[in-house]
C-alpha cells in the first residue's frame, strides 16, 4: 500500500482529525486560566480539559499481582512488591547536585521533586494542547459490563509505561473509575490523590514485560525513549500486551531543534545534524490517518538551515548525544509511524508531528499569535526547568562542567530574550490491536 498523502506542516493543533466525543458528565469543567484562554485542543486528542492541580507529595501507592486482570501472565515471578520506606530510599542515588534513579543505567534525567515539577508541569501543557485521550480510547474503555451479567469477563484495564509523576494515570483513574490503572516507572510515581483504581509497580521496562501479556486494553508510552534500550521491540511487547481491539498511544520527541523555515515550515540546523541520520517517516506532516499502512520507505529527506544554531539547539544536541551513548533510542521518534504501521499486529494507524514553541516568540495581535504566545510560555518553562535536568545527563555523558554550564547560560538568556524562533517536535501516535 502507498503511503497516505500528508496535509502541510503546522504547529500546535490544525482542524480535526476525527469529532470529538460528547462531553462526560463525571470530568470536572474548571479550568486553569491558561486552559480558560486556549482554543479547543487538537482533536488527535478528545476535547475533555485535563487539568491537574495536585501538589507533589510524597504519599506511595501499593502495586498488586495482575491476576484479578485476566490476562496469561507469562513472568513466574513479576516484579510487583509494596513501596517500603527502604525502597523509596534505595530507588534513587545523589549525582551532579540532584537525586537520580538506582535501577537503570540508561535513563539519567533526575528523580526529584524538581523534575516531578517539571513533569507535572509538561502533563499539563501537552495535554492543553493536544486534549487528554485519543478519540478511540472512549469506545475501548467503555463499561460494557456496568450490570455485571458476565462476572468472568476481565475487567477493563490500562498501562502506563514509564508514567513518571503518575498525572496521566490518575487523570483515567478518575475519568474511567470503573477501569484498573497500572503504572510502571524506575522510581515511585509521586501522586497526592491516587484513586482507588490506580497501582503502580517500580521496574525496569528493558528487562521484559511478559508477565503483563494479555492483561490491558489501553497502553500509553510518553517521553520515554531515553531509557528504552530497543523501541522496536518494545511496540512489539506491547502488541503482545493489548487485548484484541486494544489501543496503544505513543509520543517522543527526538531533541532536535527545528527553526522556522523561509517560506513557511520548520528546518533543522545544518551544522548540527549529520545528513545519515534517520528521517521522520511522517515528514512536514499535521496529522496522518492509515488502514495498517505499510507508509516508512522513499520519504522526503528533511530540510536543513545554514543558520548559527542557538545554544538551547547545542544544549539539545548534547542531550541527544549523552542519552544515546547509554543505550536510549533517541531516533525513536523519527521511526515510530513506520514500527507501528508495519507491525502485522497493528490497524487504524494515526500520526501527528507537533511542533512546540520553546518560547514566545509569535508575533502579532492575532488570536492565533496570542495563542502561541500562551504556549510559547507554557514550553519555555519546561525548558528552562529541563536545561537542570538536562545539565546531569551531560555532566554524566563526560561533557566538560564549563562547556554545559555556558550552554544553559545562554540558553536561558535566549529563551527569555524570545527572539530566536525555536521549536522541539513531538511525534504522536495511536492505533489499534486487530
Known amino acids: 500500500m502507498s503511503p497516505p ?66 490476562g496469561n501472565i507469562g513472568s513466574p515471578a513479576p516484579s510487583v512488591y509494596s513501596l517500603t520506606e527502604s525502597l523509596i530510599a534505595n530507588s534513587v542515588k545523589t549525582e551532579h547536585g540532584r537525586k537520580v534513579q538506582n535501577h537503570s543505567e540508561v535513563y539519567s534525567l533526575p528523580a526529584d521533586n524538581p523534575e516531578f515539577e517539571r513533569l507535572d508541569n509538561q502533563h499539563k501543557m501537552i495535554t492543553l494542547v493536544l486534549g487528554k485521550y485519543p478519540v478511540p480510547m472512549y469506545d475501548v474503555l467503555r463499561d460494557d459490563n456496568d ?19 503518575g498525572a496521566w494515570l490518575a487523570d483515567v483513574a478518575v475519568d474511567f473509575p470503573h477501569v484498573e490503572c497500572v503504572g510502571v516507572d524506575l522510581v515511585p510515581p509521586q501522586i497526592t490523590y491516587a484513586p482507588p483504581n490506580v497501582r503502580t509497580e517500580i521496574d525496569d521496562i528493558n528487562l521484559g514485560l511478559e508477565h503483563f501479556f494479555g492483561c490491558f486494553d489501553v497502553v500509553q508510552c510518553r517521553l520515554i525513549c531515553m531509557g528504552v534500550k530497543d523501541y522496536a521491540g518494545l511496540v512489539d511487547q506491547i502488541s503482545r500486551i493489548l487485548r484484541p481491539g486494544g489501543l496503544v498511544i505513543l509520543g517522543e520527541c527526538d531533541f ?16 548540527l545534524y549529520e545528513s545519515s541520520a534517520p528521517k521522520s517517516t511522517v515528514p512536514e506532516a499535521s496529522s496522518s490517518t492509515s488502514s495498517n499502512s505499510k507508509s516508512g520507505s522513499s520519504l522526503p529527506v528533511e530540510e536543513v538551515s545554514s543558520k548559527k544554531p542557538p545554544s538551547v539547539a547545542r544544549f539539545m544536541q548534547h542531550v541527544r548525544t549523552c542519552a544515546k551513548a ?21 490497524k487504524e494507524v494515526v500520526a501527528r508531528d507537533v511542533y512546540f514553541p520553546l518560547a514566545p516568540f509569535a508575533k502579532g495581535d492575532s ?31 563526560g561533557i566538560p562542567g564549563d562547556v554545559v554550564d555556558t550552554l544553559v547560560t545562554e540558553a536561558h538568556a535566549e529563551l527569555a530574550a524570545a527572539e530566536i524562533p525555536v521549536y522541539l517536535r513531538l511525534h504522536c501516535i495511536y492505533a489499534r490491536k486487530k
Open 147 to 165: 450490570d455485571n451479567q458476565n462476572p468472568d469477563k476481565p475487567q477493563k484495564a490500562v498501562l502506563d509505561l514509564g508514567c513518571g509523576t
Open 5 to 70: 498523502v500528508l496535509p502541510p506542516a503546522s504547529t500546535v493543533a490544525p482542524g480535526p482529525l476525527h469529532p470529538p466525543p460528547p462531553p462526560s458528565p463525571s470530568l470536572s469543567d474548571s479550568n486553569s486560566s491558561v486552559a480558560s484562554e486556549l482554543p479547543p485542543p487538537s482533536p488527535l486528542f478528545s476535547s475533555h480539559d485535563g487539568t491537574d492541580d495536585a501538589s507533589l507529595t510524597d504519599s506511595m501507592t501499593e502495586t498488586i499481582p495482575l491476576d484479578h486482570l485476566g
Open 367 to 397: 488570536s492565533e499569535a496570542k495563542r502561541q504566545r500562551k504556549i510559547g510560555r507554557m514550553c519555555r518553562d519546561d525548558t528552562m526547568a529541563f536545561l537542570s535536568s538536562g545539565r546531569v545527563l551531560c555532566l554524566k555523558g
Open 256 to 271: 532536535r531543534v527545528y527553526t522556522d523555515k523561509d517560506g513557511g515550515g520548520f528546518e533543522l540546523y545544518e551544522s
Open 326 to 346: 547509554r543505550g536510549g533510542s533517541l531516533d525513536a521518534a523519527m521511526l515510530l509511524h513506520r514500527w507501528v504501521s508495519q507491525h502485522r499486529s497493528f
